[in-house]
């Protein structure tokens, strides 16, 4: 679950089967007791039909809790970091951020540190794509240095300049839904 609406639809089908619950957050679902089988496999089969995942494994589940503390800290914005990428997930995740970075590059064949400035070059792309800001605006939203040094990011990451993409997406959009990243 990555946004307020995912949480709503969570909720919706989890109050359709009178399942009591402790708390929904973005990722986890905390139940007051636990499931019978049947209510699992009915509330799994009833997720996966609207798109959600049913996780059961810790470390995959661990790696989600990065990835949905990574979507949600990009969605604040501006997106403020007062402290390093590392130390935030650390502090965010109650976890020791080594442990965190072996197990999310052994499970998602990159870095923690590669996928966050994926999600944020995908963030560049919506914002292009609106063109309700400059460069300069983004940059400053997404925490960049620079104009030059996002510009730099995006086309290593993309193979084009911000321009070049903004140009091109007129008639055609090539951005990934965070979620699916």
Request: aromatic content about 8%.
């Amino acid at each position: 679950m990555v946004c307020q609406r995912c949480i709503f639809v969570v909720d919706q089908i989890i109050k359709k089967q009178n399942i009591p619950v402790k708390s929904i957050h973005l990722g986890v679902v905390e139940f007051e007791e636990n499931l019978t089988n049947q209510q699992v496999e009915k509330l799994k089969n009833e997720l996966e039909n609207v798109g959600f995942e049913w996780l059961n494994d810790k470390e995959q589940m661990l790696i989600t809790r990065v990835k949905t503390s990574l979507i949600a800290l990009l969605q604040s914005q501006p997106l403020v970091l007062d402290v390093p990428l590392s130390v935030y997930l650390s502090q965010e995740l109650l976890v020791d951020y080594h442990q965190l970075s072996q197990l999310f590059s052994q499970i998602e064949s990159t870095t923690i540190e590669t996928y966050f400035i994926t999600l944020k070059i995908e963030k560049v792309k919506e914002l292009l794509i609106y063109n309700e800001s400059s460069l300069k605006e983004i940059s400053y939203q997404l925490n960049y240095s620079s104009v030059a040094h996002l510009s730099t990011q995006f086309k290593k990451v993309t193979g084009m300049t911000p321009t070049e993409f903004k140009n091109i997406t007129q008639n055609f959009t090539d951005r990934k839904q965070l979620d699916k990243l």
